[in-house]
């Protein structure tokens, strides 16, 4: 059985960084895009980075020059590190990662707290 798991979330406070990881687990191959969305209390499920299997990322527009998504595709493991962190980042992420057989998998998500 696919596993995503998320590692990496913490209380932090404005300013700093943290380093978001994503690790599959259970027989998943041919992964096209790896994903990041985020989901603050009462509010939906957005997007916020992703890459794909050759390396090219986007990202929604208020992470840019903020947030850097990567990947170690031997690893099936998605990175995201997320510099200058602001209280409005606060949320729980996820990881998503989508194959080229047109299989979704989510993670359980990882609070991110970022809080003087």
């Known amino acids: 059985q696919v596993q995503l798991v998320e590692s990496g979330g913490a209380l932090v406070q404005p300013g700093g960084s943290l380093r978001l990881t994503c690790a599959a687990s259970g027989g998943i191959f041919s992964i096209n895009t790896m994903g990041w969305y985020r989901q603050a209390t009462g509010k939906q499920r957005v997007f916020v980075a992703r890459?794909?299997?050759?390396?090219?990322?986007d990202y929604i527009d208020f992470v840019k020059g903020r947030f850097t998504i990567s990947r170690d595709n031997a690893k099936n493991t998605v990175y995201l590190q997320m510099n200058s962190l602001k209280p409005e980042d606060t949320a729980v992420y996820y990881c998503?990662?989508?194959?080229?057989?047109?299989?979704?998998?989510w993670g359980q998500g990882t609070q991110v707290t970022v809080s003087s």
């Open positions: 998503r990662m989508y194959t080229t057989y047109g299989n979704v998998y």
């Open positions: 890459i794909t299997q050759d390396g090219s990322a």
